[in-house]
T-cell receptor, first 115, second 114 residues
Framework: GENVEQHPSTLSVQEGDSAVIKCTYS??????FPWYKQELGKGPQLIID?????GEKKDQRIAVTLNKTAKHFSLHITETQPEDSAVYFC??????????????FGTGTRLTIIP | SAVISQKPSRDICQRGTSLTIQCQVD?????MFWYRQQPGQSLTLIAT?????????ESGFVIDKFPISRPNLTFSTLTVSNMSPEDSSIYLC???????????FGAGTRLSVL
């Protein structure tokens, strides 16, 4: 099955600086890669996603890049703000024989923005 | 997107008892899923809730321990049976809309077993 590795597990960044979180996946059939933000006491919230036919996607201060050949994708947050502090999860979606899709999650990155 | 309501938001239970968690979504969705998130850990898929048929369980999860119902396209329940302290986790419901593999999550149920 799919295996998703995520690094780093913790990341502290000065407010205003950029943060980068990296993930690798193992199954070349995976074709959709969402990123979720989970704040304390809440469920994961989808913040950005990318499909396998696209190399980069940007939404204001957040961007995601995908390298299909190397099987890795990254989340970039620029001009970080205190409200960016949370746990971030990457995931890879793999099509199944049943026709459904299965999401496999990375182990998470705890991002702390230092004021 | 979809608005997902999960009940209860948290509970403290005695070992040996069972708890049923409800998940309600505001629109008809194709797929509903149940995940477990142990303290400080990532999300692990328990099962896919199928409307009108038995759920599809992932390796390591069985129907006797985690019975699931999905009587219609907007509602599902997960029961955690014969609980032990090792079942203390966050249980999350997620949904995916037809034709899209985007999953949206509920706020979760925080379960503590004493």
């Amino acid at each position: 099955g799919e295996n998703v590795e995520q690094h780093p597990s913790t990341l502290s960044v000065q407010e205003g600086d950029s943060a980068v979180i990296k993930c690798t996946y193992s199954d070349s059939a995976s074709n959709y890669f969402p990123w979720y933000k989970q704040e304390l006491g809440k469920g994961p919230q989808l913040i950005i996603d990318i499909r396998s036919n696209v190399g980069e996607k940007k939404d204001q201060r957040i961007a995601v890049t995908l390298n299909k050949t190397a099987k890795h994708f990254s989340l970039h947050i620029t001009e970080t703000q205190p409200e960016d502090s949370a746990v971030y999860f990457c995931a890879a979606s793999t099509p199944l024989l049943s026709g459904n899709e299965k999401l496999t999650f990375g182990t998470g990155t705890r991002l702390t923005i230092i004021p | 997107s979809a608005v997902i309501s999960q009940k209860p938001s948290r509970d403290i239970c005695q070992r040996g008892t069972s708890l049923t968690i409800q998940c309600q979504v505001d629109s008809q969705v194709t797929m509903m899923f149940w995940y477990r998130q142990q303290p400080g850990q990532s999300l692990t898929l328990i099962a896919t809730a199928n409307q009108g048929s038995e759920a599809t369980y992932e390796s390591g999860f069985v129907i006797d321990k985690f019975p699931i119902s999905r009587p219609n396209l907007t509602f599902s329940t997960l029961t955690v049976s014969n609980m032990s302290p090792e079942d203390s986790s966050i249980y999350l419901c997620s949904v995916a809309i037809a034709g899209k593999n985007i999953q949206y999550f509920g706020a979760g149920t925080r379960l503590s077993v004493l």
